[in-house]
């Protein structure tokens, strides 16, 4: 496949990851002296030693997601080493175990299971795909860990065993559709998507948006493929026949890199038609190459080149970590959110146990955010700002929208479930 070549320039960037860790790991920090006795922050039999904890990391770095994963994997590292290097949580150094999921959705739940009950890792980093996340839910709630989830998603979840870092709908779906239809005058849409829980159910939130609350708007077409999927040109003729004002596209992994490259060929030009995603960040534009994608239009709460304090430090920071070429999407910020807000909420907790972390996770404010100030909510999403960003040859969005407001997180819209 046409991404494959990214993915040993990634092992090793990964590689380099790790051995910064290990360097800010030997860093000697203050905090060691007044650190709490171990008996009193781990009641529950987790990897914590007077010293160190350990946590898991939990992603595809194998199979057709390895290309929006990787990044994932190379931020919650990052994070963990900035955080290593500023003392550690509760006194004691990270530790982490990866493992990879390859794109396989029971192997996430073997995986997870090995974390948890093996490893007995005092939080877990990782999944993509809603696929993934529902495959180890079971696991984190009969085991009673704790998942930092980093993907915008679906919606239509809530559990004590997950913060969700990323996006639910109505952060990004209808909030993209509406933004769609009012500036672009908008009326017919065209739905795609990879064959599994994720994009249907967010083109079925996304159908009854456009149908039951965007005036004169309707679907005109629905299509789903299999993870991995290359052949797209009878679509692709579908869609042309049809003519609509929107093509929304929720296709997602290695599939994109032949979804944007046939559509290119097939003579689409995005700088005329309008394709809104809600699933191609700039990591994957590096494998469908930014003259392919060029035009479309991204409903994210982050792009790299928010021009902030806090996301310039990221992306310096990013680079110097795995070299100047890296790009960072919407998940690679979201995974990167993790770490951070689970060292905040352990701090505030005065504990590493699960139900500890579980109740003081609410009202945690991440000041430091590259997106810019986060804060978890009840329901244990996050407030985030919803923005819409246009694809530029380079590879990179420009910033073409941005709500005023941190858009408060609720995972069980009304009339859209």
Not at 283 to 288: K, L, M, Q, Y
Not at 324 to 329: A, N, Q, T
Not at 379 to 394: C, D, E, Q
Request: glycine share 10%; with cysteine; aromatic share 10%.
């Amino acid at each position: 496949m046409a991404d494959d070549t990214r993915y040993p320039l990634h092992r090793r960037r990964l590689m380099q990851g790790m051995a910064g860790a290990s360097a800010a790991a030997l860093l000697p920090w203050s905090a060691r002296a007044q650190a709490p006795a171990t008996a009193a922050i781990n009641t529950t039999g987790l990897a914590v030693t007077d010293s160190t904890v350990t946590v898991g990391i939990l992603h595809s770095i194998t199979g057709t997601m390895a290309i929006s994963e990787t990044g994932s994997v190379e931020a919650e590292k990052l994070a963990i080493s900035e955080i290593n290097a500023q003392g550690g949580v509760l006194g004691r150094q990270i530790k982490s175990i990866q493992e990879d999921g390859a794109s396989d959705w029971p192997n996430f739940a073997e995986k997870a299971k090995k974390l948890l009950v093996g490893d007995k890792c005092a939080a877990v980093f990782g999944c993509w795909t809603s696929a993934s996340r529902k495959a180890v839910l079971p696991v984190f709630e009969q085991y009673n860990g704790m998942l930092y989830y980093p993907t915008f998603y679906e919606g239509l979840e809530q559990s004590k065993n997950v913060i969700y870092t990323g996006q639910e709908a109505t952060q990004q779906i209808l909030a993209g559709l509406d933004w769609v239809n009012k500036t672009r005058g908008s009326k017919t849409f065209y739905l795609l998507g990879s064959d599994y829980i994720w994009p249907r159910t967010s083109n079925k939130i996304a159908r009854k948006h456009i149908e039951g609350h965007l005036a004169g708007c309707k679907v005109v077409g629905e299509d789903y493929f299999p993870l991995g999927h290359t052949q797209f040109n009878s679509v692709i003729n579908k869609i042309k026949l049809s003519k609509p004002d929107v093509i929304y596209a929720i296709i997602v992994g290695g599939s994109n890199v032949a979804f944007y490259k046939q559509l290119k060929a097939a003579g689409v030009d995005l700088n005329k038609q309008t394709l809104l995603t809600i699933s191609v960040t700039e990591d994957e534009i590096g494998g469908i190459g930014g003259d392919n994608i060029a035009g479309a239009f991204a409903c994210m709460k982050y792009f790299q080149s928010l021009d902030n304090p806090n996301n310039k430090a990221f992306v310096a920071d990013f680079d110097k970590m795995y070299g100047d070429k890296s790009v960072i999407g919407d998940v690679t910020q979201a995974a990167y959110l993790g770490p951070w807000l689970w060292k905040l909420t352990a701090e505030k907790a005065g504990s590493f146990d699960v139900d500890k972390i579980a109740a003081a996770s609410p009202g945690v404010e991440f000041k430091g955010a590259p997106e810019g100030y986060v804060r978890i909510h009840e329901n244990h999403h996050l407030w985030s700002k919803t923005r819409v960003g246009k694809a530029l040859a380079n590879g990179q969005y420009e910033l073409v929208y941005e709500t005023a407001e941190l858009v408060q997180p609720d995972p069980f819209p009304k009339g859209y479930q």
